[in-house]
């Protein structure tokens, strides 16, 4: 199988422009790399995703594949796999047919075709279905037919749009840990498209945020979810507080935030942020922006117990009100109140609405997310 | 998800599929009846000098608005009485599964596939005074003269048309009624709503263009109807314009006038059947929401029971009476004689024998009728498909926006009525010094006049066809013209041989433009019908007429086979 040695896919300043829409994208996706382009509907990822397989022509910009241009390679010389939403399998040929389809268009030897598609029916786990009609299948099953068929031609990219949107939430988990098995096996570079964050989170080696025709961050799952790069971002992958603040000092160990309110003092410590975190121009001597953290990185303290203290490494909301709650199994997502600012933090035990807690978030945990200049 | 495919879809022989299309239209549709309807402006043979006067005289005569009027009139009254043989069934269809359905499309079907000069053989032969129904009511009731005289009146007309166009009705209606059914009645309901509000200001407000689709469609064809105003009507207090056009050129050799008419009648059928486009459209934004969304929960899908069910059976009678009856007619009629004037009819194959006696050279004149009719309309049809293909692919790729623009220059032919293109070919004809192109020229007329029936049935299965499968077979390798050859056609298939099936059956029962072209030599099924029927010779009539509807039933299940085969 040929993959891995060259360079992968790079899609350089491609833009595409649309009435109401502007799509400008540049990102890279390394050979055997799996990456994921999530974003909310009508973000421009399947748009992304056309141009790249040559359904659509770009405005600008270039695309590379391994090192060669694609700009003027036609669709079908392309050497690019693609998953569909829907399938997409031909309902006037058998299984078999479908998957051998992309051989027989490259005229390539019978026998060896009937070889690859035994092979590729026992990669995907369907090995007994050789001559069965495509409607007899479920829609795991078609969706698992549709990926065999894409990798029949051993694409040099495979991408994969939205797979699993129309499947129920237990057929999704499954499946989608088997595309990726398969994709590690095969380590074939790949791009994903997919509205779940949750999806994103769990297939990708990185991610890449979109919104409104552009990245907002690229990153590894672990990068994308602890450190955002915009309030956009932050939000995408799940419950946050975001609070309006100063920067008003930064060395190599932290970096020290207030609220712009002058009657409160309090002043908070994050992580020092850094230049690469942003995907916007920006300058070291940023004052504005977002104090971030995460609902699971904070305890809750009774608020009597640490009356007006500070534990070091860790910001102290003293006097917060809860306001609401949600139950999610493994504890509450608790909704509170704080001189007029929006708290998220967790709990593994029940509060009432209206009791009063002091929430402690470790400095480590929080961020600072500097405010777009544009 | 991926929605379009735009500039690298397929290509090629969609490109060259499209040529042919146009290639087609301009010359044997556009630029005859160009040459037609420019006459009106022109005297002495189109060679005067530019002048109004005709058309000024024409909107100036008392009886051209009579002939004006009435057209408009009874195409009124033939699509109202098509809505309400349509309409009920529609619903029923729709909303009930019952052993009875196959009956009432069955039973539909038949004014389908047939054409339009056996529906009027039917109506004389069953209502008819010396028809069954006669027969039957004089029988029963020991009475002395014929109860019902409808031939030859205002009613038959209707009455025909209505038989004729109900099954567009029901087809378009139940269709779509069924694609859009939901539970907003039952949330109506919940509300509180009772079930005239409820229908009037949820059900009807949904499947309206629907309702308004078809009935633009009959009322184009009630409009431009000729065979069954010329036979049914049989006298000049029933003249539409397109009977008018007819006398004026052939009879009265006034084409001046006749070129007149024709602009009016077709500046009215283009607004027809621009709204009969614009409700289509609306009908498929209507069904895209319904596409994914769930089946609705009680009501629909139910068996009948009750009131429903002795509406079923009702209207089941109804359409039988109304629709096979006739039909059966025929049938019967071919196998009986009269021994002596005023006898007892009692089987016989008389006719038969009589159709295929020697009397034409080595062939008789109805076995030459049949292979005239089979070769012009084979060879029409096979001429029209690849046309309506490329055209309904411009119409898709070229204007995906704005469909509704090519749509109504390529279904031109079924406004334009064809007499008015049998005139044109007729004027153009005149120019190529009478040489023996009549054939040739009724397959280009029969090719055009057809066209529109496909066109209708694989725009819609090409617009429906989602653009993932093409997108899939290009990015797995397959070029253009692999792709519309193993993937797209395929797709296609269907809406093409329902669309075939039905012009076949037109071209073989087209009778206007034929008659128009035709040399005196040429003969063909609905010429020798014609010739048959205006000599009062019913019975040879009525075998023609069942050897004809043999071979559209023939052809028709021929087809419904193939499509399940191929």
Redesign the interface.
Known sequence: MKHAETDGLEVRNIKKLYPEFMLDVSFKVNPGEFVTLVGPSGCGKTTTLSLIAGLLESDEGTILLNGSDQQSVPVWKRSIGIVFQDYALFPNMNISKNIGYGLRARKIDKRIIHRRTRELLKLVNLSNYVGRSVSELSGGEKQRIALARALAPEPELLLLDEPLSALDAQLRKSLRKEIRTIQKKLSVTTLYVTHDQEEALSLSDRIIIMNNGRIEQIGTPQEVYTTPASKFAAEFFGRATLLPVNAVSQDDQSCRVNLPDIKLQTQFFCRPWTLKQTMFPASSCVKHGLLFFRPEDTAIIDAESIMGETTPGYNTFHGAKVTGYEYSGSGYYIDALWHDCRLSVFSRSFLSEGSNIAILVPAAACCFIPESQE | ??TS????GTGSITFFLSIFGIMLLVPLFFVPVGAVLSRAFFSDGGRGRLTFAAIGSLLTSSYIWRIISFTLLQALFSTAAALLIGLPGAFLLSHYRFRGRFIIRAVSSIPFVLPSIIVVLGFVVFFGNNGYLNTLLMQLFRLDKPPLRILYTFKAIILAHGFYNFPIVLSIVAGYWEQVNDNTELAAYSLGSNRIRTFLSVTLPKIYPAIFSSAALVFLFCFTSFAIILVLGGGPQFTTIEVEIFRQARVSLDMQSAAGLAIISVAVSSVILLLYILFQSRMRSGTAGFRLSIPAASEINSTPAGAARLAIILYIIGIIVLAAAPIASVVLRSFQAQPTRGAEAVFSLKWYRQLFAAEYGTISLTAEAFKNSFIIAVSAVSIAIPAAVGLSYITKDVFPRKPFIPELLFMMPLAVSSIILGLGYFFLSSFADRLPIDRLLMVGAHAIITLPFILRSVLPALQNM?P??T??????????V??FF??EL??LKNAVISGAVFAVAISLGEINATLMLAAEQTITIPLLLYRLIGSYNFYAACAVGTLLILLCTGLFSLFEYLRDKL
């Not at chain 2, 495919?5 to 690298?8: A, D, E, L, T, V």
């Not at chain 2, 997108?471 to 253009?480: E, F, I």
């Open positions: 998800m991926l495919i735009r500039g690298r989602r993932s499968y997108a899939a077979s290009l990015s797995l390798g397959a070029g253009p692999r792709t193993s993937i395929p797709m």
